[in-house]
């Protein structure tokens, strides 16, 4: 069975509100889709969806990396073995993770047996992590609603306050939930030593899950946690190191693993692996990807070691509009699987165009 067509589109989607990455800001998403056709009349979708402020990729090399594996795959026969193309190994890795969704999803469908876990867990539904993000009272109004839900995993991102400020800001937070929270508090690299000592003490007796990335200085996370006794999770040093160096940060709890960022499914799988090795667990996590993104990363994580924990695709409640006809429903933070699953992909062109030549794509704002 061969690919029979592939066509790439450019997608824009209003958020409910401004969201801040890092330097920068946004009122709109920005991404691309990928669309594979196989001969048997098959659909796979895939996303490419690098972060401002947060990715590295250039649109211009994204796009022109797009339009060179489309050319090369159709016509091809459907293996997964395509994807160790050095043409794909070597993209940036929003495109391969793109290629992957989409060859997931069709080889989903096809019930084609490939390296990808598919039937691994059988499971009905993935639960997720509420997260707070924002201006103080948006915090709190989002927190009041994860509360009414019975959201039990919360992630806020800290390390953006003063101190006893932020530390304070999470206990009332705490109180708001009547104690009944697992806290992940996503720093980001910003504190330094002693100032990630302070903000762990301020917190002593809260029911912390982890804390991702506490330090400027990754180099001393081990010695910190030693110290401080908080379990630590990796996020952003994982794009700096290979899965068989994660037995070096002996006192980590958790992986935070982002498909968009380290470049696909196959290497967090390789991550998972090493993780599994030493007691570490996986969590599969997002980065503001649409309705089909989030869809196919929430099914990777069922198949997955990642499914026995809370995922963080709670970016998808910020969107306005999506690219899906029927959007993600999502109770009590809680994604039933059956349900999303015995539904096809189906688009609204509303927010979408087709790019047919490598000079008419958009360029990322």
């Not at 060859?103 to 598919?118: E, M």
Request: with cysteine.
């Amino acid at each position: 069975m061969n690919i029979s067509d592939c066509k790439l589109y450019f997608y824009t989607l209003p958020l409910k509100r401004r969201v801040v990455i890092g330097d920068r800001s946004m009122e709109e998403r920005n991404g691309w889709l990928i669309r594979l056709c196989l001969e048997n009349g098959v659909i796979g979708w895939g996303e490419a969806a690098p972060l401002p402020g947060i990715s590295s990729e250039r649109p211009h090399t994204l796009g022109h990396e797009l339009f060179t594996l489309k050319s090369m795959l159709v016509g091809r026969e459907f293996s997964d073995r395509l994807l160790d193309f050095n043409a794909i190994k070597d993209a940036v890795p929003s495109v391969r993770c793109a290629f992957e969704m989409a060859f997931w999803n069709a080889g989903f469908l096809s019930g084609y047996a490939s390296r990808f876990p598919y039937a691994e867990r059988d499971v009905a539904g993935l639960h997720l992590n509420g997260l707070l993000a924002g201006q103080e009272n948006e915090i709190l109004d989002r927190a009041a609603g994860l509360a009414e839900s019975g959201c039990e995993t919360v992630k806020i991102k800290v390390g953006r306050r003063p101190i006893s400020h932020e530390a304070s800001l999470v206990r009332r937070i705490d109180d708001m939930m009547d104690g009944n929270v697992r806290w992940r508090l996503d720093a980001n690299k910003a504190w330094t030593y002693q100032e990630a000592v302070e903000f762990m003490t301020n917190l002593d007796g809260l029911e912390i899950e982890y804390i991702e990335e506490p330090l400027e200085d990754t180099g001393r996370l081990v010695e910190w946690s030693n110290e401080t006794g908080a379990p630590v999770a990796l996020d952003e040093s994982l794009m700096d190191i290979g899965p068989d160096e994660l037995s070096d940060f002996e006192s980590i709890k958790a992986i935070v693993l982002k498909p968009m960022l380290l470049g696909g499914f196959s290497r967090c799988m390789s991550f998972m692996d090493a993780a599994g090795d030493i007691g570490v667990y996986p969590v599969i996590s997002s980065m503001f990807e649409s309705g089909i993104g989030i869809r196919t990363l929430a099914h990777f994580a069922t198949c997955s070691p990642a499914g026995h924990h809370p995922a963080g695709l709670d970016t998808y409640d910020l969107f306005e509009k999506d690219l899906l006809i029927k959007p993600l429903k999502t109770s009590g933070k809680y994604i039933n699987m059956e349900s999303v699953m015995s539904d096809y992909i189906s688009i609204d062109h509303e927010f979408v165009r087709e790019i047919e030549n490598d000079d008419g794509y958009m360029p990322f704002t």
